[in-house]
């Protein structure tokens, strides 16, 4: 890209980054250094905050990046991924915020050890959020090592290397300094720069064809590559009965992962009441269901403007098509406005990946310090040393996403974003669901399903062409893959659910009905809830 692109965005990420540094650092002089404002912000959120906060922290650069670049790449099937990720929130509103808001006070393991050995099941529980919170954070950093190469042109692998170590530095800042306050005003502001942003490019989309939706299908088509293909179900997920069962194995992930993601779980915390975190969830509907649909619109749109090939020339895992369609849309390469608007998209994603990194991090070092931790090490004192420790593990973890960022940074990040739901939905939504409403759930059942989710995910990945045995994989010279699907979902969910049945049915150990009857009474009521 030119020198006038590269100056202006990067003048724009520092701004965003001057902003948010700012942000952190009031939170930080604001703060009273409990753990309620430390994990939740004190509480004080209104429904209307959180939700955009809610919003602001769903969105991230696999939305905005790898959907709308899987649409440019293979048209319908490429949607499977907004739709999934909108429904989910239909589990959420439905089945989850209201009753974990209610029975927990920071984290998911607050939710399962209120009725069982609190111990064994914290470390259970802590364990997966973690693992879960660190693969959702390696999307963040590939897609902030795409960004950023493609703003300096593609060509630098040490910019991209660069870039992920600068995002990493900058999540531990927010996170240590600010806490749940500062990340959850960094995610309002990106929240609403995301919407600007992708409204402003949906409306210039179709206006390039005149407002006529089945124009720019029909251009999209044409200039994939595949004709009518395109448009119609299998260009991805289609052909053999792997293809086929891969789809669907996505399709539950997407769906039912939400629910049991750290991140978006704590959330539900930062509001006073039960009721203000249900109108969270209605909020944060309405925000995303309409960035979703934006997204369907850009997908397209980098298809019919730019070019199948050469977005894939640009990025062969499609997380550049967004840019590349700004670039286009502003008057092309050296044109006074589509330098604007590139640096305007680039500087906005880049928001984006630095909103939702400090929210993930923020959830994995709350699960460490408050689950872990506290566990292992039992203080009799106040909840500094837990906050402490919080903020040390918030170094920690961000160091491990760098690492794993740097080794998978060619791999599509809604691709990695989709492992990443297919583990919280295999290890931690079994688990959630079985404490809130399964009255004879026992302890050991808590620990089988955890467990029993938890491992088959992580190995199925690591056995599957994701890692091994294709040229899109993380090791593409070697090939030790034997499952064949690229997401576990399909067998390691029913898994997790199996291994807690199991478990509970064989327990020794008797359900205790008082534990779970006060449970159900606080989960419906918010009667003793923090």
């Not at 959020?129 to 897609?143: C, D, E, H, R, W």
């Not at 995002?167 to 749940?180: E, F, K, N, T």
């Amino acid at each position: 890209m030119s020198g006038d692109h590269q100056a202006l965005a990067l003048l724009l990420f520092s701004a965003f980054i001057a902003v948010t540094l700012g942000i952190t650092t009031w939170a930080g002089r604001n703060r009273r250094g409990s753990a309620e404002e430390f994990y939740a912000g004190g509480r004080l959120f209104t429904p209307m905050e959180n939700g955009f906060a809610i919003a602001g922290d769903y969105m991230s650069a696999a939305s905005f990046l790898g959907i709308s670049g899987l649409i440019a790449l293979f048209g319908y099937d490429g949607m499977l991924y907004s739709v999934g990720f909108l429904v989910a929130w239909l589990v959420v509103l439905l089945l989850v915020a209201e009753l974990v808001r209610n029975c927990g006070r920071f984290t998911l393991a607050d939710v399962v050890a209120s009725r069982m050995k609190e111990r064994r099941v914290r470390i259970a529980s802590g364990t997966s959020s973690v693992t879960v919170s660190v693969l959702y954070l390696v999307a963040q950093m590939v897609g902030a090592g795409s960004l950023v190469a493609l703003l300096l042109g593609g060509t630098s692998e040490a910019a991209r290397s660069w870039t992920v170590v600068g995002v990493g530095a900058l999540m531990v800042i927010y996170v240590s300094m600010g806490g749940m306050r500062a990340t959850t005003w960094i995610q309002i502001v990106k929240a609403v720069l995301l919407m600007a942003g992708a409204s402003a490019m949906t409306v210039l989309v179709l206006m390039r064809f005149g407002g006529d939706i089945n124009q720019l299908l029909v251009s999209a088509a044409d200039r994939s590559g595949y004709g009518r293909e395109f448009l119609a179900p299998g260009l991805r997920y289609g052909g053999d009965w792997t293809a086929r069962l891969d789809f669907i194995s996505l399709g539950l992930a997407l769906v039912l992962g939400t629910a049991g993601l750290p991140h978006i779980l704590s959330r539900f915390y930062t509001v006073p009441t039960a009721r203000a975190a249900r109108r969270s969830v209605v909020w944060a509907i309405g925000l995303i269901g309409g960035f979703y649909l934006m997204t369907i619109v850009l997908g397209f749109g980098a298809a019919a403007v730019v070019g199948t090939d050469e977005v894939r020339a640009s990025n062969a895992a499609g997380n550049t098509a967004v840019p590349l369609l700004a670039l286009d849309l502003g008057g092309g390469a050296g044109s006074t406005g589509g330098t604007v608007l590139f640096a305007v998209v680039a500087a906005v994603a880049f928001a984006t990946i630095l909103a939702v990194v400090a929210g993930i991090t923020l959830a994995s070092s709350a699960s460490v310090a408050h689950d872990l931790y506290a566990s292992l090490r039992r203080r009799d004192g106040g909840r500094y040393g837990e906050v402490a420790v919080a903020r040390v593990a918030a170094v920690g973890i961000g160091a491990v996403a760098i690492a794993l960022g740097l080794l998978a940074r060619d791999l599509n990040v809604a691709i990695l974003v989709g492992l990443a739901f297919a583990v919280a939905a295999s290890a931690n939504l079994p688990v959630l669901l079985y404490s809130l409403f399964w009255r004879k759930f026992t302890t050991r059942g808590a620990m089988w399903s955890v467990y029993g989710g938890l491992v088959p995910s992580v190995l199925l990945v690591v056995l599957s062409p994701v890692v091994s045995g294709s040229p899109q994989a993380l090791f593409p010279g070697v090939d030790f893959h034997v499952f064949p699907l690229e997401n576990p979902g399909l067998v390691s969910i029913p898994l997790g659910f199996l291994a807690g049945w199991i478990g509970t049915v064989t327990s020794s150990e008797p359900p205790d009905a008082a534990r779970h009857a006060e449970t159900e009474v606080r989960a419906l009521t918010g009667a003793g809830a923090a």
